[in-house]
């Protein structure tokens, strides 16, 4: 046995060998091109502490921020066969719910609750951005469908935070149906004389926008939110004008009369008790 090569240069290179460098352990920020530790960023509830840009926060986080454990009680959410029109592209659909399931560890897009804030409960519920893109298909509007009536039933308001590209493109006119029927469960809260916020945040656009997204009693949006239907460069290129730079922005909707609050992430829980306290 040769110590020098088999023992002392081993230990020589343990010494001097780089340290891997775990992924994703700085966040650029994309306003002001700040370099952010992810530490710093969870606990300033991600938003940068230079210019106060809103990073994307992911439902599980959001109900953390807004709820400790013992607040917040998950409504299981019905069953939905998968797949019903056998749809593939590069993938099949079947394929592609496995994936965001394990990665997600959600059976889909949206998580509903009963939480209590300051001691108003409420029902609520949370795209989740993560899964798909927050897309609506069957299984999303069968959860606002069930948490309007679970809102019904207990009297309770109900609150949705929205994060969603629009319709879910692989359950094709399902989908799509999904936009009337949400529609319908907030006439339902209207009629129960229920409370209804909803709480826009980045990025809420598509299908949803177009339905249950923009149908609240009150409805706030998170500061720096992209809010819209169809993307800004498509309707340029349609009416063939030039766009304000913060056209689909929060605050370019609150000046325009499309929002009535917008707020700040740290504020959000306070506007929300505040309401309740002031509605119910």
Known sequence: MNWLTNFVKPKLSALVRKKEVPENLWNNC???ASMIHHKDLNENLRVCASCNYHFRMTAEKRIEVLFSKE???????????????KFYDKKKYKDRLKEYRKKTGREDAFI????????????Y???????????MGRAVGEGIVR??????????????????GG??????????????RTVAAVELLNVNKIPYIVVLTEPTTGGVTASFAMLGDITIAEKGSTIGFAGKR?????????LPFNFQKAEYLYDHGMVDIVVERKNLKKTISSLLHHIS
């Open 112 to 123: 509903l609750g009963i939480g209590d804030i300051d001691n108003k409960k409420a029902i």
């Open 167 to 180: 319709a879910r493109m692989q359950e094709g006119t399902i989908s799509l149906m999904q936009m009337p």
């Open 71 to 85: 607040k917040f009680t998950e409504i299981k959410l019905n069953e939905i066969p998968d797949d019903p029109l």
């Open 125 to 135: 519920g949370f795209m989740n951005f993560n899964f798909m893109g927050g897309s």
């Open 234 to 242: 498509v309707i340029q290129d349609t009416i063939r004008e030039e």
């Open 147 to 164: 948490g309007a009536q679970k809102a019904i039933e207990n009297k309770y308001p109900y609150i949705i935070f929205t994060s969603s």
């Open 30 to 32: 994309p306003s002001c």
